[in-house]
């Protein structure tokens, strides 16, 4: 085995580890804390990461970044909401139609996103968020306005009363898991292959017969699907929606949590949307400007480990590993026959 399949391997053992490390914590949150206050805050995790995750499939693995991923959470907020509220459905068909208006629209705002590239795909994405923020805002009639939507309840899948702390966490923490579980084989997959490699190398891929546009349509749309999934714990956790769960605060804060775990990876996401909803919940508290906080935290990321944490993390494993002993490169000696020959 050579030095790069070494490496490769170590950085493979290294996520393993971090993945299995997190499902570990996750799992006993409810019995170490024993306080409503800090499950609850596990359960914001758990929402959060299902945001990132979902945004990181378009970020990190096709290379499209965006900035109104929020929009795809509101949207699937408020159709359930206003479908339980106004025409009183049940949870079950509301959330079926939420899913489906959301992934649809998220197909149609690819159509029109990926006319672009780069900087003008990312200022289209910024438009279209704003554009859904702004009917939030205004249409009184269907959304409430500023007011929003309230009077919502939660769900009782099987019996199993979500308005208990810990039911409501354990109920997230599965939904994430599968979510997680399906992107994992999904970008694992010759499909993903693909995505990737229309981000690395699109003018090679389409040479190959690949078409490039057709792979980043419904990795778009699917990512916006994976963001209505989230949508729907939002609105089941707030029994709230607002304009706020569109704007572009909460669309840039996504996309910090992919930044920050470190994009193309599975386990990166995760824990940024952590430290972000830590930082804002349990920092604020003792830290006035925990923003500033946010903003020195992010800071350091990107100086000292510019790929986000897991990748860090699995550069940090690997040096361990070996000691933090450079690598001696073999001196080639060249032999007769070859001496002559051009490199």
Known sequence: MNASSK?????????????????????????VVGNDYYINIGSQIAIAALFALSLNLAVGYAGLTSLGHAGYLGLASYTSAWLMLNLGWSHLPAALAALLLTTVM???FGLIALRAAGLSFLMITLALGQILWGVAYRWNGVTGGDNGLSGLSRPAPFGVDLNDATHFYYFALLVLFVVWGLIAIWVRSPFGATIQGTRD???RMHALGYDVWLIRWITFTVSGFFGAV???????????ISPHSLSLANSAEMLLMVIAGGPATLSGPVLGAALVVLLKNVASAYVDRWIMLLGFVFIFIVMFVPGGIVPGFARLSARFRRGDKPVEKPTVVPSARTAGEAP
Do not use: E, I, N
């Open 7 to 31: 490496a490769d391997s170590s950085r493979r053992t290294a996520k393993r580890v971090l993945a299995l490390g997190l499902l570990a914590l996750a799992l006993v949150v409810p019995f």
């Open 230 to 240: 989230g949508g729907l714990l939002y609105v089941y956790y707030q029994q709230f």
């Open 201 to 203: 190398q699109p003018r």
């Open 106 to 108: 998220a197909g149609l």
